[in-house]
């Protein structure tokens, strides 16, 4: 049973540029959060869907930053026009369809983000 | 809001020696309680979780009591080893029975020595 997948695991991009993540969550797990790791700190919650939904985007910038979780597919968080101040590991974890807040959430290996 | 504060590291330690990680919570409702581990260069596992009061978690030898009271969650460990040596994140959810997203405390780097 593969457990949550992130691709790709290390992304340079150059400022200006646009980066997406993909993020595939356990079989049979229908919710899919994205947190964001800075150097030296711990993660933080940006965003929350199920499928073809955004349930709670209160972590997410107001700019750049935009999630989705399609019928098909794994889901992408995309940024655009990237600078500096995003180079972060951003993870992405996933959780069964009856989710509530006792239920674990599976973290995938994350993403490693620089901007150069 | 909800917060999680957990003792800054670096935790240097001996092999052998007896862990405690602080944490301590603020919430707005009756959170679940989790200790996250993160070795180099991957991303977390759950080590352990409790989901109500009084409630102890445990895994690997690694416990923690809810204390609701104190609203604390202590990592603790009678025996450590070098294979301990990661980054220990305690964390939350206060959704009311929803689900929403955890809300970290900074993380303890752990480092234990042969």
């Known amino acids: 049973n593969a457990g949550v997948m992130q691709n790709p695991r290390h992304l340079v991009r150059r400022r200006g540029q646009e980066a997406r993540l993909r993020c595939s969550p356990m079989k049979g797990h229908s919710h899919v959060y994205w947190y964001r790791q800075l150097p030296e700190e711990g993660l933080k919650f940006m965003v929350y869907l199920q499928k073809e939904n955004i349930i709670d985007e209160s972590g997410m910038p107001k700019e750049r930053f935009s999630a989705e979780f399609p019928k098909e597919g794994p889901s992408i968080l995309r940024i655009q026009q990237v600078v500096r101040g995003d180079s972060a590991a951003y993870f992405c974890a996933s959780s069964p369809p009856r989710a509530g807040s006792t239920d674990t959430q599976y973290f995938g290996p994350g993403t490693r983000l620089t901007v150069l | 809001g909800n917060s999680v504060t957990q003792m800054e590291g670096p935790v240097t330690l001996s092999e052998e020696a007896f862990l405690t990680i602080n944490c301590t919570y603020t919430a707005t409702g009756y959170p679940s309680l989790f200790w996250y581990v993160q070795y180099p260069g991957e991303g977390l596992q759950l080590l352990l979780k409790a989901t109500k009061a009084d409630d102890k978690g445990s895994n690997k030898g690694f416990e923690a009591t809810y204390r609701k009271e104190t609203t604390s969650f202590h990592l603790e460990k009678g025996s450590v080893q070098v294979s301990d040596s990661a980054v220990y994140f305690c964390?939350?959810?206060?959704?009311?029975?929803?689900?929403?997203?955890?809300?970290f405390g900074k993380g303890t780097h752990l480092i234990i020595q042969p």
């Open positions: 964390a939350l959810s206060d959704s009311g029975g929803g689900a929403d997203g955890l809300t």
